[in-house]
């Protein structure tokens, strides 16, 4: 997206930080403007993370102003905010291109730009990462400074707490910046606080206290009362002493949007040594009315015309596989109120929005806090209740030894609805469920369901919910699916396949949604096609069937093919010594980038043409 010189008069000035440090510090305000209206412009073209980015303007200007990037270490924690910072470092040409095949990455990356010190996506990284790296700015002696900018859904994590414990124990020189944009405390921002923020950061009160603490440190009574003293007038006007607590000289609450106080302030926390937290007060969607009321709506956006303050209707009839999740749970919870519903702030994406209000006793949203989440469903499950863990694929990762220790090994009966597996599409390498049936296969007594549409997906969460005998996993994909008549609930068989359709000397095994693709390379091959529903445990005995009575077998799924399901196929007839023919396809062994799921699906060979050329292949070797 080349720039309008007349429309962004001051943004046309800057390609990089440090142009940006060359403006007076009177023109960042219009600035802020120019670059808020830009990328409204640019996100209603190309789609993407948007709420967050027009929250975060003032910050990334003031950040870039004052330090000294890509020098210092600035640390954006998951990275939704990021694409202001990326139009600032030299890729304002191309933010068009974000999150689209083959275009900028929708995260901070660390191939992408040397200003993106730490690639992202998950949340809650960017302190323990930061102060891994103030260390060694520490060794390497050349005064490198480090921030991590952290939200506040973000800071709900243990992990920040763990890093921040961590950092006011080793006293290292980083800043961390608390981007809050939810917390009721807005009667706290204005222009006394941003006085006083000012006040606390500067030289005058760092050498006060300091120089206190150094006369009075041989005498204890009046050092514990300077202290003391301390906390309380800090406490009159901050609203908690907790950062202090954990080592960090706590300043704010400061207003978020006011740049100039912004870079007065970075200015002065720059020169402080030991942990320093800042707290800003922002609000997400700033600038943009529609955003500003609806920031979750807006959080992520299609293309949309500006000028409509609205986003576009969804023309597609077919329910999500979130959907048809979440009128599941509430059919289900209907008639079991010992139900319990779980969710590690995920409530949107995964389709509970009715739940929740609906029966709000029996919904947990425990925050961005995956291990406790599912440590948490042990507990429900061992009190006589039964729990429901829904989460992504790519957020399952973060609580695996959970799900070993506290779930598998007790063998306790909890479901886990795993929502985007497979190819997720524009997130990229972070948020693709490429990994989860290979790291849950491995894992004795687990049951494991991979639907094909939506009605075999109701079927199996219904399935999964009543057994009693251990924990069990149903993965399904983002998106739509084939557009399967919905039928009444009933229980399937456990480990039990279905020959979809019958063919000859071809087989194709189908683990999941790509059911459709399979069919359409069937019929043009006279395969037989096997829907086989249940990864763990297999239908050994469907298998050693079509594999006695074909000449060439091919599994099928949306996973790493090394240790997914079709490398238990692999497996399985290895243990029956019966040696055949057989092509695994899914996802190779590297990290899957960003593109729709269509355009990867294509690439990786995983429709009906690359099913066949695939095939096709191996009989002209």
């Known amino acids: 997206m080349s720039i309008d010189i007349a429309s962004y008069p001051t943004l046309a000035l800057i390609e990089t930080p440090e142009e940006l440090r060359l403006l007076p510090k009177e023109s960042l305000v219009k600035l802020c403007e120019e670059l808020r209206q830009f990328l409204l412009n640019s996100v209603s073209r190309s789609s993407g993370h948007f709420a967050s980015g027009l929250g975060a303007i003032e910050l990334t200007v003031a950040l870039h102003y004052v330090y000294k990037t890509p020098f210092d270490n600035l640390i954006w924690d998951v990275g939704h905010q990021a694409y202001p910072h990326k139009i600032l470092t030299g890729r304002r040409d191309r933010i068009g291109t974000i999150r689209q095949k083959n275009g900028l990455h929708p995260f901070p990356w660390r191939a992408e730009s040397e200003y993106d010190v730490l690639s992202v996506g998950h949340s809650s990284t960017s302190i323990s990462a930061g102060l891994g790296m103030a260390v060694a700015a520490e060794y390497e002696n050349k005064d490198r400074k480090t921030v991590c900018v952290i939200g506040d859904g973000a800071i709900t994590a243990g992990m920040a707490f763990e890093a921040m414990n961590h950092a006011g124990d080793i006293h290292k020189d980083i800043l961390v910046i608390l981007n809050d944009n939810e917390m009721s405390i807005s009667e706290n921002v204005g222009a006394l606080n941003n006085h006083l923020a000012q006040l606390l950061s500067g030289n005058l009160y760092t050498c006060l206290r300091e120089g206190g603490k150094k006369v009075f440190s041989n005498i204890p009574s009046i050092k514990e009362l300077l202290k003391k003293t301390e906390e309380h007038l800090k406490g009159m006007v901050i609203p908690s002493t907790m950062f202090e607590e954990l080592g960090f000289n706590y300043i704010g609450p400061i207003d978020g949007h006011d740049v100039l106080t912004l870079v007065q302030t970075l200015k002065n926390m720059r020169e402080l040594k030991g942990p320093q937290f800042l707290h800003i007060m922002t609000k997400k969607g700033k600038g943009y009315e529609p955003a500003e009321k609806d920031p979750i709506s807006w959080h992520a956006v299609p293309k949309f015309d500006p000028a409509t303050f609205s986003l576009p209707k969804n023309s597609n009839k077919q329910l999500t596989f979130s959907q048809i999740f979440g009128d599941w749970l509430c059919q289900e919870a209907a008639d079991d109120p010992k139900l319990m519903a779980i969710t590690p702030a995920m409530r949107e994406g995964s389709g509970m929005v009715e739940f929740s209000k609906t029966y709000p006793k029996q919904y947990f949203d425990v925050a961005i806090a995956e291990q406790h989440a599912v440590t948490f469903a042990a507990g429900l499950a061992i009190g006589g209740y039964k729990p429901v863990v829904a989460i992504y694929s790519t957020f399952l990762q973060r609580a695996y030894d959970q799900v070993i220790h506290d779930v598998a090994i007790q063998k306790l009966p909890i479901l886990f609805a795993i929502d985007r597996a497979g190819i997720v599409g524009a997130d990229g390498q972070t948020h693709q469920g490429a990994f989860d049936l290979s790291f849950l296969r491995c894992l004795p007594d687990m049951v494991i369901m991979s639907p094909s549409d939506e009605n075999e997906c109701r079927q199996m969460l219904h399935t999964g919910y009543h057994y009693q005998d251990g924990p069990v996993a149903v993965r399904y994909p983002r998106g739509t699916g084939s557009g399967a008549t919905l039928q009444p609930l009933a229980k399937i068989p456990i480990g039990k396949g279905l020959v979809r359709r019958q063919g000859k000397k071809i087989a194709i ?53 090394m240790g997914g399901a079709g490398s238990g196929v692999n497996e399985f007839l290895l243990k029956a010594h019966h040696i055949m023919p057989i092509i695994n396809l899914g996802l190779p062994d590297h990290y899957i980038p960003q593109g729709s799921q269509a355009e990867i699906q294509t690439e990786l060979g995983l429709n009906a043409e690359g099913i066949i050329k695939s095939i096709n292949n191996y009989y002209a070797k």
């Open 509 to 561: 095994l189908n683990f999941g949604t790509l059911l459709t693709e399979a069919i359409k390379a069937a019929e043009l091959l006279n395969a037989t096609v096997v829907d086989m529903r249940f990864v763990k445990p297999l239908d050994e005995t469907l298998i050693l069937e079509i594999a006695q009575t074909h000449k060439l077998l091919v599994t099928l799924e949306e996973n790493a093919i």
